[in-house]
């Protein structure tokens, strides 16, 4: 584990910016019309954030990279509403720069559904991919596995029309 100095100079150093070199306009043009592509078979919700860093307050009681990204992903699935759906089946995709770290966080509509080793093995995964910095690749990959859960569980049916309550477009902060 770095020294909570390394990893407060780390946080500082990452910026906004950096989200939005890894994931430039068009990247995450695509990357919206995916999850509109994807709600269009399910009746879920799906959000992507794509933060640089951690405010410092985060930081400064020095919990393990797992626990800072896990506890910052349910903080902005609140945030970003993510848990407000109508069959409480929303989910955010999330990717903590910095740490190089991935989270998903599912409403309990849907997590009643996966394993906790399912959710592991999808977040190992993705974080291959962004590992080797193919951040499309990994968010898209995230993407398709949840999608696929969501029309395993929640699928549109016949003559029903998805209702979007959520935006499409990724977050990056």
Do not use: K
């Not at 109508?86 to 989910?91: I, K, M, S």
């Amino acid at each position: 584990m770095p020294s909570r100095f390394t990893r407060i100079l780390r946080h500082l150093w990452f910026e906004e910016s950096h989200a939005r070199r890894a994931i430039p306009p068009a990247m995450a043009q695509r990357l919206g019309q995916r999850v509109a592509a994807s709600e269009q078979r399910h009746n879920g919700q799906i959000r992507i954030c794509v933060e640089a860093s951690l405010p410092l307050h985060a930081l400064w009681h020095g919990a393990s990279t797992a626990h800072l990204a896990h506890a910052r992903a349910v903080a902005l699935f609140g945030e970003l509403r993510v848990w407000d759906t109508e069959a409480n089946n929303g989910v955010l995709i999330y990717l903590l720069l910095a740490e190089r770290a991935v989270e998903l966080v599912a409403d309990r509509g849907l997590s009643r559904h996966v394993s906790v080793p399912q959710w592991q093995a999808m977040t190992r995964r993705m974080a291959g991919a962004f590992r080797e910095r193919r951040f499309e690749d990994g968010l898209t990959q995230a993407l398709e596995e949840v999608s696929a859960l969501l029309v395993q569980y929640f699928p549109l049916q016949p003559g029903q029309v998805h209702r979007n309550e959520l935006p499409n477009a990724p977050i990056l902060r």
